[in-house]
């Protein structure tokens, strides 16, 4: 996989998984005509963070197992993903602080901590509480962190065949894993949602295999019972998250997840394959699409505190009030991506991965042996 080419649905793909969250968050509880008809995808809306894994893991390992054998490749991954993801990331966390402080939210200085540290999911884990409405969604990111963490720290220290192996095993233990400790006892149900790395782990598996153009040929001929999978998962996901009522909570938080990331998975599965004339891939590739896609960090940060902000001041918790919580919401992300995102990107992309046929290039380039007939003649003279 040539990491250097953009793959453009993706894009696509990620504005689809904004949008879905947002969906969800803004209007989830809201009654309005026709909203008996629009209550599933809100429902399945939280599922959004599952497509995200799945492209993080596919994108993100993909890079890391393309650039496995860099002399640098530990600095310039982290440099890259510092400047894309930790500025923002910290920018928006002063205003979380200041917006915790200007509307006098008891909420103790200590526990910043672990959000500094992007430790967010073990402190969902440990004290089983969401506290504040803006910060909620943030355990994902601690989450997609400590798999960027310790991806590129694997690759350097294990062998690859292990770490797919692991991720395999991984896929089939995690569900087991939460449902083991669900049935133990329900204070273990924040650790549970939060421990959810199968859309990654299939994001990386799917990385590997889609290097290969044997693997792809064989994907390309296998699409109808891809199909398949992708509807059979995608009619559980839909049918287990709006039918919650009458499927067992430990059930539920032990299998949905998984089939949720198969399902994505499969989805980004298809879109590869798709015929870049197809009408589904003109949609994903389309400039709106795209470019909803590349602010959906930003828009991913700042639709829950844009949400407090207006609901606090306003009052407001209608429909047009969401959406104009949303508009607000990608004008902002708009305006990071053009004045800092975008150009922290461009930045990051100054440092290049090094390899030791690349060292070898510069090194012959560099020789005197390649310099100028003016050069060459200054060597045969010298002593």
């Not at 629009?38 to 939280?46: A, E, K, Q, T, V």
């Not at 909420?107 to 803006?134: E, K, S």
């Not at 859309?199 to 109808?224: F, I, S, V, Y």
């Not at 891809?226 to 059979?232: E, K, P, Q, R």
Request: charged share 15%; net charge positive.
């Amino acid at each position: 996989m040539n990491q250097s080419a953009r793959i453009l649905p993706l894009d696509g793909l990620r504005a689809i998984a904004i949008a879905l969250v947002v969906l969800n968050h803004y209007f989830i509880h809201l009654t309005f005509r026709g909203s008996e008809f629009m209550r599933p995808i809100f429902r399945l809306g939280w599922t959004g963070v599952d497509l995200f894994f799945v492209l993080s893991g596919f994108l993100v390992g993909g890079i890391l197992l393309q650039n496995k054998s860099a002399t640098n490749l530990l600095p310039v991954f982290f440099a890259r993903r510092a400047l894309r993801i930790l500025v923002p990331y910290f920018l928006f966390l002063m205003a979380a602080i200041v917006t915790t402080y200007c509307f006098h939210i008891p909420f103790a200085a200590y526990r910043w901590i672990p959000f500094a540290l992007q430790l967010q999911p073990l402190y969902f884990a440990v004290t089983n509480d969401f506290p504040i409405l803006y910060l909620s969604p943030l355990w994902t990111l601690g989450l997609e962190e400590c798999f960027y963490v310790l991806l590129p720290i694997a690759l350097l220290t294990a062998n690859e065949k292990t770490i797919i192996r692991f991720c395999k095993v991984g896929i089939f233990a995690f569900p087991l894993l939460r449902l083991a400790l669900y049935s133990y006892s329900t204070k273990f149900y924040s650790l549970c949602m939060v421990m959810r790395p199968e859309g990654l782990l299939m994001g990386l598996l799917l990385a590997n295999e889609w290097r290969n153009l044997e693997t792809r040929r064989r994907l390309a001929e296998q699409k109808n019972k891809l199909i398949g999978m992708w509807f059979v998962t995608g009619v559980f996901s839909i049918v287990t998250c709006n039918n919650q009522d009458y499927f067992p909570t430990h059930y539920t938080t032990a299998v949905l997840y998984t089939f949720t990331a198969c399902f994505y998975c499969t989805s980004v599965i298809l879109v590869l394959l798709a015929n870049p004339r197809a009408l589904i891939t003109r949609f994903l590739s389309s400039e709106p699409m795209r470019y909803i896609g590349q602010i959906s960090y930003m828009i991913y940060l700042l639709h829950m505190l844009v949400y407090f902000w207006v609901t606090e001041l306003t009052g407001d918790y209608s429909v047009p009030g969401g959406i104009k919580c949303g508009l607000i919401t990608i004008g902002l992300s708009a305006l990071s991506w053009s004045w800092m995102e975008k150009k922290l990107v461009k930045y990051g992309h100054t440092f290049q991965y090094l390899t030791q046929n690349s060292l070898q290039s510069k090194q012959v380039t560099a020789s005197p042996l390649n310099g100028s007939p003016d050069q060459l003649r200054a060597l045969h003279r010298a002593p």
